[in-house]
């Protein structure tokens, strides 16, 4: 593949990552952020938590990748066989081939880390656009280099270390993981499945509801 082929794809990936979240997240409640139905663990604003918190591990390792002074551009991209399976892996679990993948504890939401912390929505929310951004950014760059692609980074797994194209075929259908994982969890979760119920509207009690 050629690095301005590759470059369009992602971007162009990006930017459907940024209208569902706009389209289906940014304007919702408090409540229907923080809502956890029946048969999930985590709400949809922690979806969102986490794809910020697995961000954050990657992204100053690549930004600082891309100030390399002795960098060659090239136009070709060659991506290896973990970079390739690294794509598969990480897309949201409906699709074939996709891995469970259990989250380390230091990237799962905070609340399961510690009960007494708290997010704001809104923090969280304006952290997940900045990533995007800075994410595009670092597309732009780092394929446009073979000495940036094959530039090592610390993975979420430390200490294994990844490739930077690897870095950025992990991180952005990681994104579509967790905003699908989190719509599912808006219309109701796994329980919604269960039942397949006709109404679109209706909202599942969590299991600390029901014992009240």
């Known amino acids: ?19 569902q979240f706009e389209q289906v997240f940014y304007f919702l409640e408090d409540d229907e952020l923080f809502f956890i139905p029946e048969g999930e663990l985590w709400s949809a604003i922690e ?26 551009e090239s136009s070709a991209l060659e991506m290896g066989w973990l970079t390739k399976k690294a794509r598969v892996w990480m897309q949201p679990i409906t699709k074939a081939k996709a891995l469970k993948i259990p989250a380390p504890k230091k990237l799962k ?16 929310m304006e952290n997940f656009i900045s990533d995007l951004s800075q994410i595009e950014k670092l597309v732009r760059i780092i394929p446009n280099s073979k000495d940036l692609c094959d530039s090592w980074v610390t993975s979420a797994l430390p200490p294994f270390k990844i490739k930077s194209i690897t870095a950025l075929e992990i991180i952005i259908p990681h994104i579509a993981r967790h905003l699908a994982q989190a719509e599912r969890i808006l219309n109701g979760g796994k329980l919604a499945n269960d039942n397949a119920p006709t109404n679109p509207d209706l909202i599942y009690p969590t299991r600390e509801a029901e014992k009240k």
């Open 47 to 72: 979806c969102i938590e986490h794809i910020n918190n697995v961000n954050e591990v990657y992204l100053p390792q690549l930004t600082k990748v891309c100030q390399l002074t002795d960098a060659k």
């Open 1 to 19: 593949m050629q690095a301005p082929e590759y470059i369009t794809n992602r971007l162009n990936e990006l930017a459907q990552h940024k209208a």
């Open 109 to 124: 939401p905070r609340r399961l880390r510690n009960p007494n912390l708290k997010i704001a929505p809104q923090k969280v």
